[in-house]
């Protein structure tokens, strides 16, 4: 699976409606995330994802998989040069944490996801 960078999938006008709902100041980020979904198996699903922003207390993801609200994930940030990009510093590089939105985007890539994740 592959993830468009820079936001492609993520209009401004969405951009601004969910940085207007978080009180935590969020930063923009473009970085490649590995994302596992654990299920009620004991087995967990694993794709990529790609973070458009974040902050002290979660992140939002590209997914081309819609995840269902209060679902828990293990997030890992992947090739993240915390060196050079002073926006990658400041996202844990392995998290766990609970997805408290996902939201459908469309676009010529065909339907995407938009999902809030508050780390634990």
């Not at 992140?59 to 940030?77: E, G, H």
Request: aromatic fraction near 8%; hydrophobic fraction near 40%.
């Amino acid at each position: 699976m592959q993830i468009t960078k820079g936001g492609a999938f993520m209009g401004p006008k969405y951009l601004k409606t969910a940085v207007e709902q978080r009180s935590a100041v969020r930063s923009s980020v473009d970085l490649p995330i590995a994302l596992s979904c654990f299920q009620a198996r004991n087995d967990f699903i694993l794709f990529e994802a790609r973070a458009c922003n974040q902050s002290a207390s979660g992140l939002c993801l590209q997914t081309s998989q819609k995840l269902c609200k209060d679902m828990v994930v293990f997030i890992r940030a992947l090739n993240c040069d915390r060196d050079s990009d002073s926006t990658a510093a400041l996202l844990k590089s392995a998290a766990v944490g609970e997805v408290r939105w996902c939201h459908p985007i469309k676009s010529r890539q065909g339907e995407h996801y938009a999902t809030g994740i508050r780390y634990f």
